[in-house]
């Protein structure tokens, strides 16, 4: 095993809080990722443009949107789709990281 990994398992770092951990994963990944970070500009700039398409999606009240602010709606919700894919890559990858440092904690490999 090489002498300078240095590797914290979930349960070291966390302690079993799985959902602070996957916040913090993808905290780390919003810091580094600009791309990321302009389509959550993007979003923002949408909801600033369309107020009405965000209490769409913060209330249960009935909403009368104009067909622009329909189609908004349809390219934040479009926007939002797309960081949640990036978001879930990234945990994905996350594991993978984490799986190879198990093994090398448990000798393995």
């Known amino acids: ?7 914290e398992t979930f349960g ?3 302690s079993g809080a799985f959902k602070e951990y996957l916040s913090s994963v993808i905290a780390k990944f919003r ?5 990321y970070c302009a389509i959550e500009d ?12 965000l ?4 209330t249960k009240k009935p909403s009368d949107l104009t067909e622009q602010e ?10 939002r789709n797309k960081l949640y894919g990036m978001e879930s890559e990234t945990i994905y990858f996350r ?10 904690k448990a000798g393995i490999s």
């Open 55 to 58: 209490a769409v999606l913060d």
């Open 31 to 35: 810091e580094s990722n600009p791309k």
């Open 12 to 14: 070291d770092v966390q």
């Open 1 to 7: 095993m090489h002498e300078n990994f240095n590797f």
């Open 70 to 79: 329909c189609k908004a709606l349809i390219e934040i919700l479009g926007l």
């Open 95 to 104: 594991g993978c990281y984490d799986s190879v440092g198990y093994l090398k």
């Open 42 to 53: 993007e979003i923002d700039g949408l909801y600033k443009k369309y107020p009405k398409v």
